[in-house]
Structures are given as structure tokens and as C-alpha cells.
């Protein structure tokens, strides 16, 4: 047997998204463009739900944890990435791949349940006002938000340890330009089936649940909507989800194309992957603050304050 295939591997190679000099330049400049981009609106957005008063909600509770992911998801990768590129050194230890792998996962699952909650938050706005108040208390938000949480540690656990619990010999490049879960799969040495049903039972888990309240919460609000007798109650209703409605097509629409995607077309997954992970992140809080007049005018109040 070869000596390599012997090796215990100890540090992936991430062979990152080109070669090319000048493709290289334009992706750090877009990968650091979009992350201050991110890393402010998302800090702008915590800080405003935590300092304005109007904002103290469970809508903006709720949105105040989808910042936290979205920053935690992007802080996890981009300047991981941009390192590599700026550095041209491609190696991750194994367990900071492992460390990797545990954020991106914890980040996005948690951000799967949390869209979900939103959704049943904005079900019960619209569809059942009268007791909106009685029903999403704080205690109920906090829960609520405990469990998106440790719903995302969980996933991230189980998808963690069954991907780098496998024995991994030799070849150590993974053909990304982070650690993701199918791309580690396929450098595996050994049978990888168990990995994969497991990884597929908690992808349905983490993945199927949330949409199913969110599509559920939606058939709701809409059957309410289409009741309304009036055009500026359509009007009202359609505009205290719309911005949730948004983020949600782009972040499941992203989420089933990298799946949809066939492994043999590596490049389209990392492209796909770029969005989702990269862009994603920072057109959230934009959407948010574009489409709401609140989160405007409690931008003009901390402007007003200082």
C-alpha cells in the first residue's frame, strides 16, 4: 500500500474559488466590500433593536438573533477566505476545519429555525392580532429564540462528527474555499453511507421542519389577506412580512440551489456557495432596513441622539 494512503491527515488544502492573479483581486475586493458591508448593517441592526425603544418587539427580537447568525455565518468564513487569498497559503489544520465546519453549520441551522419563528410570529399578527400580545410574551420570545439555537448546536454536532469522524488518508485538497460537508465527504477513505444517512436525517430535520411552519404560516396569512375588505388592510398586512418574505425566498432559494446542485459540478456549487454564505449575510439587514419605516426611523432617532 502506498505510504500516503497511510498518512492520517493532519491539514486540508482549500483550493479556493481561482488561480487567476486578477480574479484573485476582484474576489478579495468584492469579499471584503461585502463584509464590512455585512459586519456593519448587522452591527447598525443590534444596535438599534437594543437601543430604540419602538424596536422592542418580538418581530425585531427575533430579527436581532437573525443578525447575530448572519454575522457569526460570515464571520466564520470570509476572513478565513481572505487570508488564504491575500497570503496564497491554502491550509487549514484539521481541527480548524473542524471548528469551521461546527460555526458554519451551528450559524445556518440556527438561522433555518429562526426564519421559521418569524413566520409564526407574523402568522400570528396578521391572522390572530387579538391575542398577538397575549401569546408572544418575552418569556415565549426568549424559549423561542433558546431553542433556534440549540437547535443549530445540535445539527452542527451530529453533521460535524459524522463528517470528520471518518478516516481521512492521502489526498487532503478540498475543492472549495471553505470547509463544507459534501466536498469533506468525497476525501473520506472510508465508507461514508452511515455519515450520509445521518447527515440526511438531520438535514430533513433542520431543513424540512422550519419550511413546512413556514409555508404553512404563509397559506395562513395569505387566506387572511385575500379576506380583508379593505385595500389598505392588504396594504398594512402584506407590508409587516414582506421584508421577511424576502429574506426568506433568497435564503431557501440559495439553500436549494447548492443542494440541487450535482457534485460533479464543483465550480456552480462554489458559486452558489459564494451567495449563500457571503452575499446572503448582508443583504439581510439591508432588505430590513430599506422596507421598514421603523428600523428608519429609529436610524434617525441614534443619528438625532448623537
Same mark, same amino acid.
Given at each position: ?161 459524522? &463528517? #470528520? ?8 485538497? *478540498? !475543492?472549495? /474555499? +471553505?470547509?463544507? %460537508?459534501?466536498?469533506? =465527504? &468525497? #476525501? ?8 450520509? *444517512? !445521518?447527515? /440526511? +436525517?438531520?438535514? %430533513?430535520?433542520?431543513? =424540512? &421542519? ?97
Amino acid at each position: 500500500m502506498n505510504l500516503n494512503n497511510q498518512t492520517w491527515v493532519t491539514e486540508f488544502l482549500l483550493l479556493g474559488l481561482s488561480d487567476d492573479p486578477q480574479t484573485q483581486l476582484l474576489l478579495i475586493i468584492l469579499f471584503l466590500g461585502v463584509y464590512l458591508g455585512t459586519v456593519l448593517g448587522s452591527l447598525l441592526l443590534i444596535y438599534l433593536v437594543l437601543t430604540d425603544s419602538h424596536l422592542h418587539t418580538p418581530m425585531y427580537f427575533f430579527l436581532f438573533h437573525l443578525s447575530l447568525a448572519d454575522l457569526g455565518v460570515s464571520t466564520t468564513i470570509v476572513p478565513q477566505a481572505l487570508f488564504h487569498m491575500l497570503t496564497r497559503k491554502k491550509a487549514i489544520s484539521f481541527m480548524g476545519c473542524a471548528a469551521q465546519l461546527f460555526f458554519t453549520l451551528h450559524f445556518g441551522s440556527t438561522q433555518c429555525s429562526l426564519l421559521a419563528v418569524m413566520s409564526y410570529d407574523r402568522y400570528l399578527a396578521i391572522c390572530d392580532p387579538m391575542h398577538y400580545s397575549l401569546i408572544m410574551t418575552g418569556r415565549l420570545c426568549g424559549y423561542l429564540a433558546l431553542v433556534c439555537w440549540v437547535c443549530g448546536i445540535v445539527a452542527s454536532s451530529v453533521d460535524t462528527v459524522f &463528517t #470528520l469522524g471518518l478516516p481521512y488518508h492521502g489526498d487532503n485538497r *478540498i !475543492a472549495h /474555499f +471553505f470547509c463544507d %460537508v459534501p466536498v469533506i =465527504l &468525497t #476525501l473520506a477513505s472510508g465508507d461514508t453511507h452511515k455519515a450520509e *444517512i !445521518a447527515i /440526511f +436525517f438531520m438535514g %430533513v430535520v433542520i431543513l =424540512l &421542519t422550519p419550511v413546512s411552519l413556514i409555508l404553512v404560516s404563509y397559506g395562513f396569512i395569505i387566506v387572511t389577506v385575500i379576506r380583508m375588505k379593505t385595500t389598505s388592510g392588504r396594504l398594512k398586512a402584506f407590508s409587516t412580512c414582506g421584508s421577511h418574505l424576502l429574506v426568506v425566498i433568497l435564503f431557501y432559494g440559495t439553500l436549494i440551489s447548492s443542494f440541487m446542485t450535482p457534485k460533479t459540478l464543483r465550480e456552480q456549487m462554489k458559486q452558489v456557495a459564494v451567495f449563500f454564505v457571503v452575499i446572503n449575510p448582508m443583504l439581510n439587514p439591508i432588505i430590513y432596513s430599506l422596507r421598514n419605516k421603523e428600523v428608519k426611523r429609529a436610524f434617525k432617532n441614534a443619528i438625532n441622539r448623537k
